[in-house]
């Protein structure tokens, strides 16, 4: 380490978020960038505590001690270098991982832990402005050929690893551009989609090819793909709604929040939505029913959209603001979190359930609420929920927003003509080696994890990646983390 006492003389310095006046008039990226200075003694923080944690606690095993102490000497290169060992797209984990990391930083037990994802951050954007990300293809070929299906971070990742080990990969897409959720899912408030372009573009010019708007096993058989490929690997991702089946369920201005957050996006990029198809939320009372980060972005949307107000409800009981005992250091905790769509405005409402629709000539108008807490009883683990007596009450709405999670991949179409296994949830089943019950399937990411995070999709898809390597050469010198 550059500076042992790094940590004693430098606090912590989150990133800065533009006004908030600003920001909601546009869908640009939320924060500021940080200066090379501030990155560099943020860096000096990190205080060689021996056993780093933080490499546990982040799914791709990221050499954080070892890029923060070269950053904190300014030896960028060799940062970058350690960066791309781990991570196929750190500029998008430097954007929206919840930074798993910084829960198990030794530093955060006495004191703010490092901010490691705004240097993962700092890292990779020095070497973009530096021009030090340029397309490496493979010096040799194998000449195997695999096909990814799905071009979310798992596909992605496991491409990217696939043609960096010298096979021929092409990567099928439904949709007419890659990134999955990053794209159609995620707002351009946090994630910017030149930010994905950037990167594809590096990889094309490697040797991926991307077919998109190709839906298989709609478009093209999925039995094509194992005649055409030595193997084929299944990253679609995992898109079924969980919905709200109470009654008014039928009303209009009920959407799920893919379809809300989808159109949004398509909207931003400038794509044209036909009048009437249009969800809007331009001078509404909109209600999002979800907690969790989708919630939270359908919260930043609606604000952006002009909304006349915005309310979120979850089921569950309001997190803790800092660790309990259920959630003992190092692991990742369950705590309130707050996000940059939060700070600008709304309510949140938690321990709400909603037991229907109200509308009027077939319009929502609004939700007929109760208050739940939640008791443990009888010795069982798990606190059952009941309704608070007398605590019925209404929220007004124009639209709601379902952002109550989903239940697994697809079965039709592709899933189901390959005819590969099921897990005890609807995910699909892998061995070990990531491979389906069919032979020369593999699956990776939300398909086969359920609804996760981006940085478990990469992990997914690099693990996969070694696996297929292997599955086709005998061994494989790809990571497998
Ligand atoms: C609204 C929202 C916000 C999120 N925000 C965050 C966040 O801030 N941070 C974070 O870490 N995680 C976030 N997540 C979770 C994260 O985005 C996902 O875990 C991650 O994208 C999963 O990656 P994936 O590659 O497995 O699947 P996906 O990203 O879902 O990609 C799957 C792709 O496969 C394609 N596909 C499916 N079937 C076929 C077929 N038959 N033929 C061709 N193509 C097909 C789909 O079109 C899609 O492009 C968010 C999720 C949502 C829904
Ligand atoms: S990918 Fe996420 S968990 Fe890993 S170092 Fe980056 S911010 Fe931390």
């Not at 300014?74 to 984990?93: D, Q, S, Y």
């Not at 490092?114 to 240097?119: H, K, P």
């Not at 919630?295 to 002009?306: E, I, L, M, N, W």
Request: aromatic residues 8%; contains cysteine.
């Amino acid at each position: 380490m550059g500076d042992q006492k790094g940590f004693l003389k430098v606090s912590r310095q989150d990133g800065r978020y533009r006004d908030v006046w600003e920001r909601v008039s546009d869908f640009k990226y939320v924060a500021k960038p940080r200066s090379e200075k501030q990155s560099r003694e943020q860096a000096s923080r990190c205080m060689d505590c021996s056993t780093p944690f933080c490499h546990w606690g982040c799914p791709i095993g990221n050499y954080i001690p070892e890029w923060n102490d070269h950053m904190f000497r300014g030896n960028w290169e060799a940062a970058l270098a350690l960066l791309e060992e781990t991570n196929n797209f750190p500029e998008i984990t430097g954007r929206i991982c919840p930074a798993l990391c910084e829960y198990a930083c030794v530093l955060g037990l006495n004191d703010d832990a490092v901010t490691i994802r705004e240097n993962e951050l700092a890292i990779v954007e020095s070497a973009f402005r530096g021009g030090l990300l340029r397309p490496r293809a493979p010096a040799e070929r194998t000449g195997k050929r695999v096909a990814v299906v799905g071009s979310g971070p798992a596909g992605l990742s496991c491409a990217a690893q696939l043609n960096r080990a010298g096979h021929n990969v092409t990567v099928f897409e439904r949709d007419d551009k890659p990134g999955g959720i990053l794209r159609y899912g995620v707002p351009d408030f946090k994630l910017e989609k030149d930010i994905i372009d950037r990167r594809v573009e590096i990889w094309k010019k490697e040797g991926v090819v991307f077919k998109t708007g190709v839906n298989v096993g709609a478009d093209l058989p999925a039995e094509k793909l194992l005649e055409d490929f030595d193997a084929v690997v299944l990253a679609g991702g995992s898109r079924v709604p969980r919905d709200l089946k109470i009654e008014g369920r039928e009303l209009k201005g009920i959407h799920f929040a893919m379809d809300y957050l989808c159109q949004a996006n398509r909207t931003a990029a400038g794509e044209k939505v036909p009048a009437g198809k249009m969800i809007d939320a331009k001078g509404k009372k909109v209600v999002v029913i979800g907690g969790g980060d989708t919630g939270s972005d359908c919260v930043g949307t609606a604000h952006r959209q002009g909304a006349s107000c915005v309310v979120q409800i979850e089921v569950l009981p309001k997190p803790a603001e800092c660790r309990t005992e259920d959630y003992p250091w190092p692991g990742y905790p369950l705590l309130l979190k707050t996000t940059s769509s939060h700070e600008e405005g709304g309510e949140r409402r938690w321990a709400v359930l909603t037991k229907r629709f109200i509308g009027e000539k077939g319009c929502i108008k609004r939700l007929s609420c109760v208050k739940v807490a939640f008791e443990k009883a009888g010795g069982s683990a798990c606190p059952a929920m009941k309704e608070v007596p007398d605590s019925a009450f209404e929220i007004e709405a124009d639209l709601v927003i379902l952002a109550v999670g989903f239940l697994h991949p697809e079965h039709s179409g592709l899933v189901a003509d390959l005819g590969v296994g099921l897990d005890e949830r609807g995910n699909v089943k892998t061995d070990a080696a990531y491979m389906t019950s069919a032979k020369k399937v593999f699956s990776a990411g939300d398909m086969r994890r359920g609804q996760s995070l981006a940085v478990w999709a990469i992990s997914e898809g690099r693990r996969a990646a070694h696996c297929v390597d292997k599955y086709l050469m005998g061994e494989s010198t790809l990571p497998f983390m």
